[in-house]
Nanobody, 118 residues
Framework: QVRLVESGGGLVQPGGSLRLSCAASGFTFTSYTMSWYRQAPGKERELVAIITNTGGSTNDADSVKGRFTISRDNAKTTVYLQMNSLKPEDTAVYYC???????????WGQGTQVTVSS
């Protein structure tokens, strides 16, 4: 059974940091590109950051460049999103996504809420 379980969300003040984790199971983790998406109320889901299956390449949305870092630990089948200098506009539900290198399979986690507010 495929599972993507996000954790680490919560309430943080502007300028603070959070680290999201996504624990994967039920598929060959090293054959999947991993990504973080987010969806704010009333807005479409958007790509935040992506990392290749080997971890050799990453890319971030312009809105989070220099503040967010995606990483993965293939031995632990876990992907992370380190979020620094958080802003109120970063408030959203954050989703973990796995897409096979072949492009034939896509999995989603259930999401974790991040709220940035004073």
């Amino acid at each position: 059974q495929v599972r993507l379980v996000e954790s680490g969300g919560g309430l943080v003040q502007p300028g603070g940091s959070l680290r999201l984790s996504c624990a994967a199971s039920g598929f060959t983790f090293t054959s999947y590109t991993m990504s973080w998406y987010r969806q704010a109320p009333g807005k479409e889901r958007e790509l935040v950051a992506i990392i290749t299956n080997t971890g050799g390449s990453t890319n971030d949305a312009d809105s989070v460049k220099g503040r967010f870092t995606i990483s993965r630990d293939n031995a632990k089948t876990t992907v992370y999103l380190q979020m620094n200098s958080l802003k109120p506009e970063d408030t959203a539900v954050y989703y973990c996504n796995a897409e096979s290198v072949s492009g034939t399979r896509i999995y989603w986690g259930q999401g974790t809420q991040v709220t940035v507010s004073s």
